[in-house]
């Protein structure tokens, strides 16, 4: 008697792989590995899966597993334990079940942007170095240690030095460690670290996206990166998007302060790697630059969310900040500061400012266009020695979510789509066998469906083509049939799919087009359109006007410009000057609310249709 | 056939019971009750030890006890159980013992002097409250809530104003909760506490004593004292003086960390007791000033100890010094700042300066002597518009250290001695039976003993007395009986006791007068001689001349001042000006180091002598 006669009906759970949000349904019996398999997503696992060499360690977030084995037991630390982790290979999934891949865990690292644009800027780093010996204490000089460091800097700094308390406290060991012979790490006039002489001083610069986080470690006094990581941003397993981490906060106790911790977390280790790397001491990073969207500017700092959830989504504090990263567990030197630059208002963050810097707006002359698309896309219209800035509800369709087989840009991921005849050609990230779909390439999906006919403007999926496949009440286009898939079923585009393209593509051209309007101009005086960000990278613009996403404009006026926000975080760690540049641009922008936008939903309507 | 007969020697340990750092010898079997009666020191006990109240909780710093048994299970909480909590009554002691006992466990307060003067000073807080009314958010105004906050106050605190990132964070909902109408409590430019409207500020002044604590709270607005309460130092459980708590700090991991933490525990306490008492949320406390000397200064502060206790024995910090007291854990408003003035010197610390503030000396012209005596006694001299000042070590005597039957001031402590022909009369705390003796007591007894003529100038008793027994190489003369104690053994003053005083009396004279030989003046020329601190009001003027511990001038000219530390502590919390004063006294005073000092060792050793 085999099973499916046992008549007995097999039960099936969800599981969610995050970070790179795969959902896949198997069932009952299944291991945490054999589900990652099935969903085409490859942990490490060097033993085979026989539990004896704990290279497959998950973090479950929520859900039911078999019990801890000894096989567990033996090779996860207490610790890890504590923490929530199992071997995949060992634990049995017993109900719905949401788990945390750790990037050592994964076989191939997931597609984190780094690059950006390295625009040069002057160097005119907020903490430099001071080199000085201090006379040691003795008998016919019983100054305090304090006393006689203040003595041994010259006059010119002398005037309002100022030392913190936990700074002070590493004062006594420095001074006897070194004989006296320090480098001063100077703020201004505030002394953020003490080192042995000579030591070079660095700078931590971090893109604190609500997926992910780029690291860079930059050496101050020549500007160059030392060392870059990324990584994902562990607050994902609390809530995908910046909607649901604020209500994340709000309804659970502390909930704000996990979502901190686990990202001070994050970054303390990629620090460390960074340091490792580059061979120096944590003492020796004096200064740190954070940006991110309002909600993950708030959340890093401790900042309270609520008011961003609830009308009229205003931020707690606008200006840009500074302060000790000590006081937020950040494992820098004792004194150091971490700057963020300012928040335009609640839903237009520190990270456009800093993407604005990266992509050196500051002095634009010609009419530009610059915008990072993400769950909201922020856009910036220079005109005429204007700003106008508005921020758009673009949802996360092109960061795969609310898609059929939509995927975030992990290695199987299918990146671009071609339709050529009766034949549909695809590549996938890393060239795997496709597991799912991502941005760039649901975008080419529907650009070539209106290209080829099979598109109405309506975004009704219609004609006769092979892959086109009409179920009840939504059709689907395949374009990988289940054989040839890493998962054992279609990766296809549905009617549903298309239409959460339509709501986004709307959002975004809505926004251009009312600050076009503000402006009293219209698309072709668009002389600079500037794209930033990841999915702004690999998104092929052809395909972006296709679907009328972007205005049809010569593409030479197209520029992609990679992670703009993180080579701004870079130039803002490395010149005072730039600052005054953010809250220039922070003063002077005029921000556009489009919820309260007389012409908004007209426009908005009529970009919904594929013109 | 009874015990002394059955040939088993009985097992003795020494119990010493802290904070009021009383020994004693116990035979094994004996409970904590047992030894703490024998003792003389009453535990609350409100069931009559039968183990079922709870209310005899102490807590182990050292030694062996029994297992927990079941009624100390069902009495302690498990919070107590972790932190060494165990019941007087079921305890029994199995070896050498150190025992903590909290204020809640003595039937009798401790003596703590929490008066001293009270000298009016002119009120300029460095804290004053502003009210302002700051508009909601809405769709017509989307600024940050800190912009909204900023446009809200007069444009003459709009420059320079900042906020530190905590004291933001409680910004959104602080205004949502009052419905913006807010009281600011402004440190100059920067924001330390957000209140509702008219809420009325207060301050914290505390004198963090080797021994004792004493805490005022204080009306910033009024300079009123609302509350004040007294505490022990509950870092005496890991050493009596300021040497052994160094030296804890140094051979302990998280030593320093260890007290520290235990203080501003207990300052929490004594905080939270005051707030509940003059009905305030400590949000309202906003500012906080603590005086101790150099060693209880840098403990608090988390500042480094070990130079302290190596040669030439140097301050981390001698400048008075700001810091955020939520940074070291002191639950006050959450950007409120701790104040504390300058140290002079590794011995003369900022207590000291709160002594000289408290005693009104800063614009003194009179030829003046300022004292507090203690393990360490500070001496100031002013003479001639110029201050000169030393730190001697007088060593524990006066607290009761090293003294055969000596005692702190505590319940049954005999504090005055009168020899009266035969007749010896003694007054103690609170008129109980005899315990020990303390500093006064003391005092008195080496005194009233010169007088009799039953000690010679060397320090060695004799003659003809019937309290005075000859025991081979220490004749102790008997100041209570054993059948007239608490304790069931005499309390007496051995010729150990003696050398030990004069010891302590000659540091302290020696000080004096390599003071007046550095102004070039003589004995008579003090015109003014001020005893500050709790011994020193205790004391009797004409015992302490009586043995050339002061110099023999017109006994007018001496002031008990009381605790002039906390009276300055109380100053500086509400008068800025006070706070340049402080500065004044640390920069202009000459201090006079003892052990390098040409003449010291001969004065010393010429006051030595009972002369």
Chains 1, 2 share one sequence.
């Not at 291991?31 to 033993?47: F, K, M, N, P, S």
């Not at 001074?175 to 002489?197: F, Y």
């Not at 930059?218 to 910046?242: F, H, R, S, W």
């Not at 049939?481 to 549903?496: F, L, M, N, Y």
Request: charged share 20%; proline share 4%; glycine share 10%.
């Amino acid at each position: 008697m085999n099973e499916i006669n046992s008549g007995k009906p097999e039960k099936t759970f969800e599981v969610i792989l995050q970070p790179i949000g795969r959902r896949i349904t198997v069932p009952q019996g299944f291991t945490i590995l054999d589900a990652a398999r099935l969903a085409g997503v490859e942990l490490v696992a060097i033993c085979g899966g026989e539990g004896v060499c704990g290279t497959c360690r998950v973090r479950v977030v929520e859900g039911k597993l078999s019990e801890l084995n000894l096989s567990e037991e033996g090779e996860l630390s207490d610790d890890d334990i504590k923490k929530g982790f199992r071997l995949a290979c060992q634990a049995e999934i017993l109900g719905d079940l949401q788990i945390d891949i750790p990037p050592e865990s994964f076989t191939t690292p997931q597609r984190l942007q780094l690059e950006g644009q390295e625009i040069p800027t002057e160097l005119d780093p907020p903490v430099t170095g001071l080199d000085v010996s201090v006379s040691p204490a003795n008998l016919a000089d019983l100054r305090s240690d304090l006393s006689r460091l203040r003595s041994a800097i010259p006059a010119a700094n002398q005037a309002d030095f100022h030392v913190n308390l936990k700074v002070t406290a590493s004062l006594p060991g420095c001074l006897r460690s070194t004989n006296g012979n320090v480098r001063l790490a100077l703020r201004k006039h505030e002394l953020v670290s003490i080192l042995p002489i000579g030591s070079p001083l660095f700078g931590l610069a971090v893109d604190i996206g609500t997926t992910k986080l780029a690291a860079y470690l930059i050496n101050l006094e020549t500007g160059e990166t030392a060392a870059k990581a990324g990584a994902m941003n562990p607050q994902i397993a609390y809530g995908e998007d910046v909607i649901s981490r604020i209500l994340y906060a709000n309804e659970h106790v502390d909930g704000a302060k996990t979502l901190q911790s686990r990202l001070v977390e994050t970054l303390n280790n990629l620090l460390a790697d960074l340091s490792r790397e580059v061979n120096i001491h944590p003492d020796q990073v004096v200064e740190a630059v954070m940006v991110g969207n309002t909600a993950m500017h708030h959340l890093f700092a401790g900042l309270p969310v609520r008011q961003l959830g609830e009308s009229p989504y205003v931020a707690a504090v606008g200006e840009a900040m500074d302060f000790i990263g000590r006081d937020i567990g950040l494992q820098m030197a004792e004194g150091a500061y971490v700057y963020m630059p300012p928040n335009i208002a609640g839903y237009v963050g520190a990270d456009h400012v800093a993407m604005l810097l990266g992509a050196d707006l500051s002095q634009v002359n010609q009419t530009t266009i610059a915008l990072d698309i993400g769950t909201n896309t922020e856009i910036s219209l220079f005109h005429n020695g204007k700003h106008y800035c508005c921020s758009c509800a673009s949802g996360p369709a092109f960061e795969g979510a609310h898609i059929h087989s939509g995927m975030r840009a992990a290695p199987g991921a299918i990146e671009r789509v071609k339709i050529d005849g009766a034949e549909v050609r695809i590549q996938t990230i890393g060239d795997a066998a496709a597991v799912g779909i991502c941005g760039s390439g649901i975008l080419d999906v529907v650009a070539e469906l209106l290209k080829s006919g099979l598109l109405d403007r309506r975004g009704v999926l219609k004609g006769d083509h092979p892959a086109l496949r009409m179920e009840e009440k939504n059709t689907q286009f395949v374009l990988v049939p289940a054989e040839r898939t890493g998962i054992g079923k279609d990766v296809c585009v549905s009617r549903q799919d298309v239409n959460e393209i339509q709501l986004a593509k709307a959002a975004i051209r809505a926004g251009v087009e009312v600050l076009l309007a503000e402006a009293g101009i219209v698309d072709d005086d668009i002389e600079s359109f500037i794209v930033a960000g990841a999915f702004g990278t690999y998104l092929d613009i052809g395909s972006a006007v296709q679907i009328g996403m972007f205005p049809d404009i010569p593409r030479q006026r197209y520029q992609q410009v990679g992670n703009a926000a993180g080579g701004g975080a870079r130039k803002l760690l490395v010149s005072q000057h730039q600052r005054l540049v953010a809250d220039a641009f922070a003063r002077n922008v005029k921000y556009v609310e489009l919820a309260t936008h007389p012409d908004f939903m007209k426009i908005y309507v009529k970009a919904l249709s594929f013109a």
